[in-house]
């Protein structure tokens, strides 16, 4: 995981200067503002990976030495047969479509948004998989 957060890190440092370049040359606010964005974005998503590697144990992508091999096995546990990210999807598209074409799409894209993520972080705290 150190590695990954090296490369948001060189990443948000390029899109710094890209940013600045970009903004000086062409003197157009749009194109700047998003690489300024992408320089945050990814500045957040290096910070987090940096302090996420020095907490858990180094994996074998750390390793110079290591084979592809030495990486396989379990990766963590992923909802095999879950409908809620489909409604999460229908609803975003929804929520976004409204800001082109009318604020009241969110009428319908909200409650969408609300019973998927309701959905998603409750799904295995129902039925059988209920904690007793």
């Known amino acids: 995981m150190k590695i990954q957060g090296k490369m948001f890190i060189w990443l948000s440092a390029f899109f710094l200067i890209m940013a600045v370049v970009?903004?000086?040359?062409?003197?157009?606010?749009?194109g700047t503002t998003?690489?300024?964005?992408?320089f945050g974005?990814?500045?957040?998503?290096?910070?987090?990976?940096?302090f996420t590697a020095k907490r858990v144990d180094a994996g074998a992508q750390d390793?110079?030495?290591?084979?592809?091999a030495d990486d396989a096995g379990e990766l963590g546990f992923f909802s095999p047969h879950s409908w809620q990210p489909l409604a999460l999807g229908v609803g975003g598209a929804l929520?976004?479509?409204?800001?082109?074409?009318?604020?009241?799409?969110?009428?319908?894209?909200?409650?969408?948004?609300?019973?998927?993520?309701?959905?998603?972080?409750f799904e295995y705290y129902r039925?059988?998989?209920?904690?007793q």
């Not at 998003?34 to 992408?38: K, R, S, T, V």
């Not at 800001?99 to 019973?115: E, K, N, R, S």
């Not at 039925?127 to 904690?131: H, I, L, S, V």
Request: glycine share 14%.
């Open 22 to 30: 970009y903004g000086v040359w062409s003197k157009e606010p749009a």
């Open 95 to 121: 929520a976004f479509l409204g800001v082109a074409i009318g604020w009241w799409l969110l009428y319908f894209g909200a409650p969408l948004i609300m019973i998927g993520l309701w959905g998603w972080v």
């Open 127 to 131: 039925g059988e998989n209920r904690t």
């Open 34 to 38: 998003a690489l300024f964005l992408a």
């Open 63 to 68: 390793n110079k030495e290591a084979d592809v």
């Open 41 to 50: 974005l990814s500045i957040m998503i290096g910070f987090y990976l940096g």
